[in-house]
């Protein structure tokens, strides 16, 4: 396994256009995490996922944001009618539970909407 | 809801200089985390603090859980080109818990 990889790397939409992200953690890791980093700023935590369970979804994420991780495998990240301010580095991470929890990155996908 | 605040937002040194940041959680942590980023990449996992006044070290590089398990720091001694980047601490709270980011520390080195 050669890590975590996002799909696709970048992403030029326009405004109002629907647009899907999917990762794939480490094969063995149980947590997956969604983070948006905009220039200058720390991972913002969007979401994360124990297995297939969604456990948290950050408050402030809108509605247009729903993520999923069927059968406990890759994650997709989905945003309905994209707005400018959802231009961002989408990342995500996975890590195994107990012991150590250290998060894994994959190199993120960029996000622009025009 | 969980919050990690972390100081300073940005420092910058001359090549040879020490350098500090450090990093406070509204709630108690099972355990802290530090990452590094690299001007166009992604976070790199550097280290994880597990117990209470934890003190852990990598070369040049020293980092500290808080007795009350709520705050941290990382001190880099005598700075190097190399360690260019921003340093981001990360809280887990509990066995179930999200890891929560803070907004890093940029270091820039002087040469």
Do not use: C
């Given at each position: 396994d050669t890590g975590v990889s996002q799909d696709p790397r970048h992403k030029i939409t326009k405004r109002g256009q629907n647009v899907t992200f999917r990762c794939d953690p480490i094969?063995?890791?149980n947590r997956l995490y969604w983070y948006r980093q905009t220039l200058g700023?720390?991972?913002?935590f969007l979401t994360y996922f124990q297995n297939e369970a969604q456990l948290e979804k950050s408050?402030?994420?809108?509605?247009?944001f729903s993520a999923e991780r069927p059968k406990g495998s890759f994650s997709t990240l989905e945003i309905q009618?994209?707005?400018?301010?959802?231009s961002a580095m989408y990342l995500c991470a996975s890590s195994s539970l107990g012991g150590r929890t250290e998060a894994f990155f994959g190199q993120g996908t960029r996000l622009t909407v025009v | 809801g969980q919050q990690v605040m972390q100081i300073p937002q940005y420092q910058h040194v001359q090549e040879g200089e020490d350098f500090t940041t450090y990093c406070n959680s509204s709630t108690t942590l099972s355990n802290i985390q530090w990452y590094k980023q690299r001007p166009g990449g992604h976070p790199v996992f550097l280290i994880q603090l597990v117990k209470s006044g934890e003190v852990k070290k990598q070369k040049r590089l020293t980092f500290q859980f808080g007795e009350a398990k709520k705050n941290s720091s990382l001190h880099i001694t005598a700075?190097?080109?190399?360690?260019?980047g921003t340093y981001f601490c990360a809280g887990q709270g509990g066995s179930q818990g999200n890891l929560i980011f803070g907004k890093g520390t940029k270091l820039s080195v002087k040469p």
């Open positions: 094969s063995e890791h700023q720390g991972p913002e408050r402030l994420l809108s509605d247009r009618r994209t707005e400018q301010g959802d | 700075t190097q080109t190399t360690d260019v």
